[in-house]
């Protein structure tokens, strides 16, 4: 079981440029989620999806957007970097039935810079 | 506007001791919380739960109180090893997981030999 994993680890953009985050889980989890953490900051929700082919918006959508085609992936694609979008970006997934939630399980993150 | 607050930025401990870190929250609609560990360049990986129906919750060294009147956790790690030293953060939930979880800032833990 590789859990969550990401790619990449570290990226540098150019504003205006674009790119895609990819995170994968093994462990057959419905939901899933995108995390940003801005240093000495807490994690802020971006993007969730509770099953494939479903997703929804979090606290700080503006700038990302994501799909869900299958139950293990959930890609988070960033258009027209912006500075404000340096940061940390963690992916994580749980299992949930929705009125009893099991921990979340992240990612190692990958750090993005936009110059 | 924070619903999670971990006023502390960072406790100093000595190994052996006591370790207490605290945890407020204002969203009366939270009803479950999880504590998470974060190493530097690493995810926050899962430490420790518990649900509002509950006061107290206890996994060896680690143990968590919630008072609900007081909106208020804390972490109890005792005895502080020197492993211990990372970011803890405290994170709220109130839709079953369907909608994220919310975090506190964190309070970086320093285990002291």
Known sequence: NAGVTQTPKFRILKIGQSMTLQCTQDMNHNYMYWYRQDPGMGLKLIYYSVGAGITDKGEVPNGYNVSRSTTEDFPLRLELAAPSQTSVYFCASSYSTGSLLYEQYFGPGTRLTVT | ?113
């Open chain 2, 1 to 113: 506007d924070q619903q999670v607050k971990q006023n502390s930025p960072s406790l100093s401990v000595q190994e052996g001791r006591i370790s207490i870190l605290n945890c407020d929250y204002t969203n009366s609609m939270f009803d479950y919380f999880l504590w998470y560990k974060k190493y530097p360049a690493e995810g926050p990986t899962f430490l420790i739960s518990i649900s509002s129906i509950k006061d107290k919750n206890e996994d060896g060294r680690f143990t968590v109180f919630l008072n609900k009147s007081a909106k208020h956790l804390s972490l109890h790690i005792v005895p502080s090893q020197p492993g211990d030293s990372a970011v803890y953060f405290c994170a709220a939930d109130s839709g079953g997981g369907a909608d994220g979880l919310t975090f506190g800032k964190g309070t970086h833990l320093i285990i002291q030999p």
